[in-house]
């Protein structure tokens, strides 16, 4: 006879846990964090590899000299042999202003010459044009230009040294460059590139005369490289007041376990409110010859809220386990590209002792993204483009009790199944050596109500700089970021010093299916300007730090201070 009171007394319930969660601020309800809001945070882009130019040693071919000739021949057109890569009509259009026009064997030459750069210039490396042997017309003739594309011949991988799986560089080597393949430039460097990509491996290309002509031969040096132990260390006041914003984390990496460049990731973090703690033990494996790489993770988060939040006893956990599979779609020295797919599984609890309250969520996702990078010279100097989009399938469980609430007056309606896209935009422009201008965009599109840990948020170091970290928590959004910044030519202490500029704007909508209480607003604006500078330079040490003002009325809803200006910190080394 009890049971249809559990729903109008566990609402109650938390409606006097918010009451008294806002007696701080009675203008404004605070929100109270949670496992899902303290597990996820903006952040940047999935790691890629940096544009890089991996060393390759070959003998470009000489452009044939032009031979001396006093006759005069007026070619009516061009012909060509031996090409397989570029049409005839696409070749002979490049010489079209040489029909009908007067010209000798040197003449001739130069066109030949002309072919063979305009191969190079598309990445076809060792291919030569050149004139064969023929009789011209002195008058309205065609002349016949040779192309002599070059192809691997052998592919030799030489392991130097201890460390790495012979069989395993082979077979990567194998899979990307084949005898018969066209020698081009994203032939050659795709192999290596991938090769360089892995913890612990160094690689090179050498090219050299093959056995026949226009067969080119491939030397891969494959050497160990770096330490077998590497990691970082961290201090910074980056996370959430209630559950410790002062934070200190500890990574480290086992690298080149098994001679494969396999790597073994450890991370644990601590804060200064006792009881929040979380731990990260990942483990990356490239698996096949096509650069595809398998990852495994577990984590596991601890959280005890401190200030406004003390007396109620709020805690709560959240375990997480996944695996993935990234795979290089295009590998090369101006444009990346990988796919990824990964299943994830959190657990989450929260809980507090005043009122007795206890409420577990379930959520299982599939995942599928994209990532890539890429290189222009538009706007007047060189740019830098990283771009992210990332689709998620997943299905939400909860406790019956809280599922009970899910679906009683005012329920959210998050149970059940849910999809969300997030798609994500990144530009470094620079201009003369010490200027250059960065935008960053993020968006997010949901399918219903969701659960806090998939929800978007904008307040933090890495959102709206003006605003703590977990303000402005939303099913979708938009978050913008612009920074303006300045490298000083002469780096104290040997080491880069940046000052910058910044503008930040965040848009997000709370609840996707509308506000619970109608009336109420269901979307918030928040925006900020302010400074900052960066000392150092990832891999040994660097320093950030950003002093934030607010631009919009909105003020914080977490309990945090209405600080202006709102200051971030973090220093982070290498070893």
Not at 299 to 315: N, P
Not at 361 to 380: C, E, Q, S
Request: aromatic residues 8%; glycine residues 12%.
């Amino acid at each position: 006879m009890s049971r249809p009171h559990v729903l109008p007394l566990r609402a109650l319930a938390w409606f006097v846990l918010a009451a008294c969660a806002a007696g701080a601020a009675p203008a404004l309800a605070q929100l109270r964090p949670d496992a899902g809001t303290l597990l996820e945070s903006p952040g940047a882009l999935p790691l890629l590899p940096s544009r890089s130019e991996p060393p390759l040693e070959l003998r470009q071919p000489q452009a044939t000299p032009p031979a001396p000739g006093a006759a005069r021949i007026t070619p009516a057109a061009f012909s060509f042999t031996g090409n397989t890569v570029f049409s005839g009509e696409l070749l002979a259009a490049l010489l079209a202003s040489r029909l009908n026009q007067p010209t000798d064997i040197a003449g001739l030459t130069e066109a030949a010459n002309s072919v063979s750069a305009y191969y190079r210039q598309k990445g076809y490396l060792l291919t030569q044009a050149y004139l064969p042997e023929q009789a011209f017309a002195a008058q309205g003739g065609s002349v016949t230009i040779a192309i002599l594309e070059a192809r691997v011949g052998r592919v030799t991988v030489r392991v130097e040294g201890a460390g790495i799986s012979q069989a395993f560089a082979e077979g990567l080597v194998a899979g990307q460059l084949k005898t018969g393949d066209a020698v081009t430039e994203y032939a050659l460097d795709k192999p290596v590139l991938l090769l360089r990509d892995l913890a612990g491996f160094e690689a090179a290309a050498t090219v050299q005369p093959g056995e026949r002509p226009g067969q080119a031969d491939v030397l891969v040096t494959v050497q160990a490289k770096g330490p077998r132990i590497d990691g970082s260390a961290s201090i910074d006041n980056h996370g959430a007041r209630t559950a410790g914003a002062v934070r200190a984390v500890l990574n480290a990496n086992l690298n080149n376990l098994l001679g494969r460049g396999d790597v073994l990731a450890l991370s644990a973090q601590g804060s200064d409110q006792a009881g929040s703690t979380l731990y990260r033990l990942g483990y990356t494996v490239p698996v096949g010859a096509s650069g595809t790489r398998l990852g495994l993770s577990l984590a596991r988060l601890d959280y005890a809220l401190g200030k406004q939040f003390e007396a109620l006893g709020a805690s709560g956990s959240a375990d997480i386990a996944g695996i993935s599979l990234s795979q290089p779609l295009l590998r090369g020295r101006g444009a990346n590209l990988y796919g990824f797919i990964s299943a994830e599984q959190k657990k989450l609890v929260d809980e507090t002792r005043t009122p007795a309250l206890k409420s577990e969520r379930d959520i299982r996702a599939l995942r599928l993204g994209l990532a890539g990078n890429f290189v222009d010279d538009a706007a007047g100097g060189s740019g830098l483009n990283s771009y992210a989009l990332n689709l998620t399938l997943g299905r939400l469980t909860l406790n019956a009790a809280d599922q009970a609430l899910d679906d009683g007056l005012g329920g959210l309606r998050t149970a059940g199944g849910f999809s969300k896209l997030n798609l994500e935009f990144q530009r470094a422009q620079f201009f003369d050596a010490p200027h250059s201008f960065h935008f960053a965009a993020q968006a997010q599109l949901a399918s219903k109500n969701l659960s806090s840990a998939e929800k978007m948020v904008l307040g933090g170091p890495n959102g709206v700089r003006g605003y703590p970290v977990g303000e402005g928590v939303g099913d979708a959004g938009v978050l913008l970021n612009l920074e303006a910044r300045y490298q000083f030519p002469q780096a104290p202490w040997g080491e880069p010093l940046t000052l910058l500029a910044f503008y930040d704007f965040g848009r997000v909508r709370f609840n996707q299916n509308g506000a619970t209480v109608p009336g109420n607003a269901n979307t918030l604006s928040l925006g900020s300007f302010g400074v900052g500078a960066t000392l150092g330079r990832p891999g040994k040490f660097l320093i950030k730090s950003y002093l934030a003002w607010r631009t919009t009325p909105a003020q914080p809803s977490t309990g945090d201070p209405d600080r202006a200006p709102r200051a971030w910190l973090s220093a982070q080394t290498w070893f």
